[in-house]
């Protein structure tokens, strides 16, 4: 799932692709770079960050939803907003991907009229707060536990299972140890019988090992992604599509889940 965030204030790409049309040409590069689903948000949700009005964040995402929709590719919507959510899948979007988990009043009943994909994600607090004091008797078991209720409020709605992936929420209201926790016991998780989506890419848990500023985490998070797929992890939320798609490439050859004999590269150099 390649991102783009059409916001003047996203944690690492802010501004660089604020305008519909660079972040239309973003997308369309995204899929040449080999995402499989484009991730479209108006709104950071980076610790800290202000709300953004319906307005505006309609203002920013609609017309990108609009020009990429029939590129082919699924279209997913960054959103907490229900308004936003129902706007944004009429103008072609397929997936809604929701840091709140469809707890806002009747965000469940629009994903349900639809035959939308849904990412329930787990967060504590809100993003101006998150990061003030997250606290857990044991993070892995809380997490799972609401990501199972929330499953279960999405199918007792009407929504299928096979429309649903859940995200344990990397840095959504937790320390460097509680995202470290969830990332290492992804198979609590994957054990709950969805995909799994791991958004990890340029996060500041990884700029706490590496030590680097949000663009300069390019290896880092290639680093985090393939763990996170060899965890079990189905959908990688990444900023960096070629640096994915290439590591994910030669780890599937080596791990025997693919022909190598049949895969196509130049192969240049010794
Ligand atoms: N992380 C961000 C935004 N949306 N959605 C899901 N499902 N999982 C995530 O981990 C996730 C997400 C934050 O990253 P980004 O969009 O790059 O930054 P910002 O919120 O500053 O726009």
Same mark, same amino acid.
């Given at each position: ?6 916001? /003047? ?7 660089l ?14 899929? $040449?770079?080999? +995402?499989?689903?484009? $991730? ?5 949700? %980076? /610790?800290g ?11 920013r995402?609609? /017309?990108? *939803?609009?020009?990429?929709? &029939?590129? &082919? ?7 907490r ?15 809604v991907?929701?840091?709140? =988990? ?13 035959? +939308? =994909? ?7 607090? $809100? /993003? ?6 997250p606290?857990?008797d044991?993070v892995?078991?809380? @997490? ?11 199918? %007792?709605?009407? *929504? ?5 992936? *859940? ?17 290492? $016991? ?9 995909? @799994?989506?791991? &958004? ?8 706490r ?10 290896h880092?998070?290639v680093?985090?992604?393939?763990f ?14 070629? +640096?994915?798609?290439?590591?994910? +490439?030669?780890?599937r050859?080596?791990a ?15």
């Open positions: 799932m390649g991102v783009i965030n059409v916001t /003047p204030d996203s944690f690492s790409d802010g501004g692709y604020a305008t519909a049309g660079s972040a239309v040409a973003r997308g369309r590069a995204l899929i $040449d770079e080999g +995402a499989d689903i484009l $991730d479209i948000g108006g709104e950071s949700t %980076r /610790p960050a202000q709300p953004v009005s319906l307005d505006e964040e309609r203002r995402t609609l /017309p990108v *939803i609009e020009a990429l929709a &029939g590129c &082919g590719w699924p279209v997913s919507i960054d959103t907003k229900p308004e936003l959510m129902r706007e944004a899948l009429a103008a072609g979007a397929s997936m991907n929701d840091i709140g =988990a469809l707890e806002s009043q009747h965000a469940l009943e629009i994903v349900t009229r639809t035959s +939308a =994909a849904v990412c329930l994600m787990h967060k504590q607090g $809100d /993003p101006q707060t998150m990061q003030q004091n606290h857990y044991d892995v078991t809380e @997490v799972q536990a609401y990501l199972v209720q929330r499953m279960e409020a999405a199918r %007792r709605a009407g *929504i299928a299972q096979s429309r649903i992936v *859940i995200d344990p929420g990397f840095g959504f209201g937790k320390t460097q140890e509680h995202n470290i926790a969830l990332l290492r $016991d992804l198979s609590a998780l994957t054990a709950l019988g969805v995909p @799994v989506l791991a &958004g990890l890419s340029r996060k500041a848990m990884l700029g090992i590496a030590g680097r500023q949000p663009h300069e985490r390019v880092a998070s680093a985090a992604a393939l996170a797929a060899q965890q079990g992890a189905r959908i990688l939320r990444v900023h960096d599509v070629t +640096a994915t798609c290439d590591a994910l +490439a030669v780890w050859a080596l025997g889940t693919i022909d190598v004999s049949t895969e196509s590269g130049t192969g240049s150099g010794q």
